[in-house]
């Protein structure tokens, strides 16, 4: 079956600490997405990627980086620098522009 | 910058009861409203509305567009306890990336 596949499903990390949370999928999908979702919030955006070896900055991006050498796999990491990285992240990906979006089951991520 | 503005935010009704859910928006680009549904974990697709006038149905879901006024509604018959979720209402702006303006969501709780 196709689909995306967030990894680990909870991370905890002490502060001051780079944490890398995975997305793969095996849709053969060309943009990838990764949101962060807060109470009451919504989801913001923090980077996509409309194909492989390309990436761009979403509404958020401060504090977050990203890779996308393979169309599989979006890997995004959250570094010391982002000041409050407690949050639930999801993973998403589409076909092409104008497609709705696919998600993944997404990661909790706790700053201890 | 785009908006996107979801009513009630919180609704709680008995198994049998029809709801209706309201998201309104503000975009400088119309190109889509789509509804998803989130319970536990990942959202899953529900509707991708364009035009307006025209409802979309899916079972006991039925969604329509009202691009004069500037506002979508979602309405879910015969509730289940299984409707129970956060359902999110999002612009998509069309963009070659597929770039999503998010509501807050409204948490529909359905009691026995």
């Known amino acids: 079956d196709g689909g995306i596949t967030q990894s680990p499903k909870y991370l905890f990390r002490k502060e001051g600490q780079n944490v890398t949370l995975s997305c793969e999928q095996n849709l053969n999908h060309d943009a990838m997405y990764w949101y962060r979702q807060d109470p009451g919030q919504g989801l913001r955006l923090i980077y996509y990627?409309?194909?492989?070896?390309?990436?761009q900055k979403g509404d958020i991006a401060e504090g977050y980086s990203v890779s996308r050498e393979k169309k599989e796999s979006f890997p995004l990491t959250v570094t010391s620098a982002q000041k409050n990285p407690t949050a639930f992240y999801l993973c998403?990906?589409?076909?092409?522009?104008?497609?709705?979006?696919?998600f993944g089951d997404g990661t909790r991520l706790s700053i201890l | 910058e785009d908006k996107v503005v979801q009513s009630p935010l919180s609704l709680v009704v008995h198994e049998g009861d029809t709801v209706t859910l309201n998201c309104s928006y503000e975009v400088t680009n119309f190109r889509s409203l789509l509804w998803y549904k989130q319970e536990k974990k990942a959202p899953t697709f529900l509707f991708m509305l364009t035009s307006s006038g025209i409802e979309k149905k899916s079972g006991r879901l039925s969604s329509i567009l009202d691009k004069k006024e500037l506002f979508s509604i979602l309405n879910i018959t015969a509730t289940q306890t299984g409707d129970s979720a956060v359902y999110l209402c999002?612009?998509?702006?069309?963009?070659?990336?597929?770039?999503?303006?998010f509501g807050q969501g409204t948490i529909l709780t359905v009691h026995p």
């Open positions: 990627s409309q194909i492989v070896n390309d990436f």
């Open positions: 998403a990906s589409s076909p092409r522009y104008n497609q709705p979006q696919h």
């Open positions: 999002l612009h998509d702006g069309g963009t070659s990336y597929g770039k999503l303006t």
